[in-house]
């Protein structure tokens, strides 16, 4: 299955200022699409660390998708940093100056200049109504820190990835953890390849741990979630969706 | 000033079925008691990847937190983890083993001993009225994923760490970002040593962006703070806090 890596970039989060909602967004959204995220990173604004990671990440995963760090100011360093990543130099694109002067009706300021220059060779992507596109290198697609403008580009690129939807079902259990661990245990002796979730809550009345239950293969998970549903005692299910 | 990284353990995270309060919460706290934190990473339940981070940030920070992978069933892998992280075995804690059995009144289960299974060598705090302590092993710490939890212990230890607090300003701007980039690039030339920070908001009506001061040193801040408020058109602020 195609894999992804999210790297989040900004001292903001690292200092607890504004919670990040971009990554948590992504993750879903490439569930449902049947991409597997193998790993979230959070890192400061710091040139060489981004460019460290971001070549780390896209020699690790079919797709990188980062966030933030793309804007006029001296603490948005993305671009610089994927162009550093691959080796490349940053450099002014036509495109995106004449965009702007054209949605401001007059010549780009030295900061808004910044926001055009881009890594060399990068692919523009347009972005439904936004005037600045997707800017993409090798896998790498470079998205906006701002959650709206996130989620629009995302949207809008959303069907260039396409794996195998996992599917999901879930079964609350009236019971501790360490009462079921043995049958899970055993479960999972009987199907490998499902991917079994076991989440304690604290707070809940009707149920004390939720159970997930996880395949690509229908008639696979089914077959799971029957055998499960035979071990665990009666009294113990609180529901099933 | 002590760094520190933290490390987020659990599929379900990369799966976007849960949504990560905890990393949000640990930045928050540990830039109060003045804490770098240098980055968050996500990682699933795989033993490997577990221990090749804890050894990484363990090397790399001052202070290492893991968050989820500690339980009784087969995806909490956590332990084992940071065990073989530095080379370490696992190996039964009989303080642990007897808790659990004084707490349920009778001899724990295989699937409750796995909880007492901790890293041979390593530390035990107890939390507050939590009959399972905070493991330290080496610079990292290890925590539920249950934010309940996580809470509860790192309050509990809260105490051991300190470094000097950074203080913050916050000057919100009725100005688009690249209309103030040069008054900013041109006060970080003159106070090199501040943390500023510069975020559009979408949707604001009274202001288009949030620019944050920090620094660690309050004469510092304020004349910083100071030379902004005198570069900015007086007509551009929306309030400072």
Not at 37 to 60: C, F, H, K
Not at 95 to 103: D, K, S, V
Not at 124 to 129: F, P, R, T, V
Not at 170 to 185: G, H, P, Q, T, W
């Amino acid at each position: 299955m195609p894999s992804a890596g999210i790297l989040v970039i900004g001292n903001e989060i690292l200092s607890g200022k504004i919670t990040d909602t971009n990554s948590p967004y992504l993750c879903r959204e490439l569930r449902g699409l049947g991409i597997d995220v193998a790993r979230i990173l959070t890192i400061p604004d710091e040139l060489a660390v981004i460019a460290n990671e971001v070549r780390a990440l896209s020699d690790g995963y079919d797709h990188v998708f980062t966030s933030g760090g793309i804007g006029p100011t001296h603490d948005d360093l993305t671009m610089e940093g994927v162009a550093q990543a691959f080796g490349r130099a940053v450099a002014k694109s036509g495109t995106i100056a004449a965009r702007i002067e054209r949605a401001q009706g007059h010549a780009p300021n030295a900061s808004q200049l910044k926001m055009a220059m881009i890594p060399k060779g990068a692919q523009l992507i347009d972005a439904g109504d936004l005037w600045f596109p997707v800017v993409v290198v090798e896998n790498v697609h470079i998205f906006p820190g701002i959650p709206e403008l996130l989620r629009k580009k995302f949207e809008s690129i959303r069907g260039r990835f396409r794996g195998v939807p996992v599917l999901l079902k879930r079964v609350f259990v009236k019971r501790r953890e360490s009462d079921i661990a043995e049958i899970l245990n055993a479960l999972l002796g009987e199907f490998p390849e499902l991917m079994l979730g076991s989440y304690p809550k604290i707070g809940e009345e009707a149920f004390h741990v939720l159970l997930t239950l996880e395949s690509r293969d229908a008639g696979y998970l089914q077959r799971a979630l029957d055998a499960l549903l035979r071990e665990l005692p009666a009294d113990a299910i609180h529901r099933v969706e």
